[in-house]
């Protein structure tokens, strides 16, 4: 299948993976970290799933399609991404309360 590049706001609009995608292009994490991040955003898939996914190789052990440390970096980049878009979502309380106020 041939892949397109297409601006990221035409496949979501989850401001966590936007700003994930602009921090993978500045070079800020790896892209295995980048990809545990993305499918637990965008595809809902728990940690503990996301600690499953194997490398299948014939004849030789699997291997875990992410470590331990990609997993624990990809934790940290969701909650500190996650966080920021809830902050940018939240109106001040200074607004709320000159909203409130108004007559």
Do not use: C
């Not at 875990?64 to 934790?75: G, I, P, T």
């Amino acid at each position: 299948m041939p892949y397109k590049l297409v601006e990221a706001e035409s496949f979501s609009s989850d401001p966590r993976l936007l700003s994930l995608l602009e921090s993978l292009g500045r070079g800020e994490m790896s892209q295995k970290v980048a990809q545990a991040a993305a499918w637990h955003i965008s595809s809902g898939l728990t940690w503990e799933q996301l600690a499953a996914e194997k490398i299948d190789h014939v004849g030789v052990p699997d291997e875990a399609y992410f470590s331990r440390v990609e997993l624990a970096a990809a934790h940290r980049v969701v909650e500190a991404i996650t966080t920021r878009a809830n902050n940018k979502k939240a109106p001040s309380s200074a607004q709320s309360a000159s909203v409130s106020a108004a007559p």
